[in-house]
């Protein structure tokens, strides 16, 4: 049984920087597709980044410049480092594992708030 925990949220003021980490339970998590979304209130969950079995990695264009993923597999973590946050980064962060058989498992979220 795959489970994934995140951690790392809070709150930052704007230009601030914020390390997430997903610690992933079960399974082979050299072989997941592990990937960062995010809730903003209101609207529908998004995507920010993803990084697949052999270190690509796919952004989503506001996060393009200022977010980078990465992962270590000995350690079963995905990172998510964003830097010179905005209000409009303010949203619940989510982990996603995509495993094999294409079954989808996600995190419970943490809360990134971007204010002064």
């Known amino acids: 049984q795959v489970q994934l925990v995140e951690s790392g949220g809070g709150l930052v003021q704007p230009g601030g920087s914020l390390r997430l980490s997903c610690v992933a339970s079960g399974g082979i998590f050299s072989m997941f597709l592990m990937g960062w979304y995010r809730q903003p209130p209101g609207k529908q969950r998004e995507l920010v980044a993803d990084?697949?079995?052999?270190?690509?990695?796919n952004f989503a264009d506001y996060a393009k410049g200022r977010f980078t993923i990465s992962r270590d597999n000995a350690k079963k973590t995905v990172y998510l480092q964003m830097n010179n946050l905005t209000p409009e980064d303010t949203a619940v962060y989510y982990c996603?594992?995509?495993?094999?058989?294409?079954?989808?498992?996600w995190g419970q979220g943490t809360q990134v708030t971007v204010s002064s």
């Open positions: 990084i697949n079995r052999d270190g690509t990695t």
């Open positions: 996603r594992a995509l495993l094999s058989g294409f079954r989808i498992i």
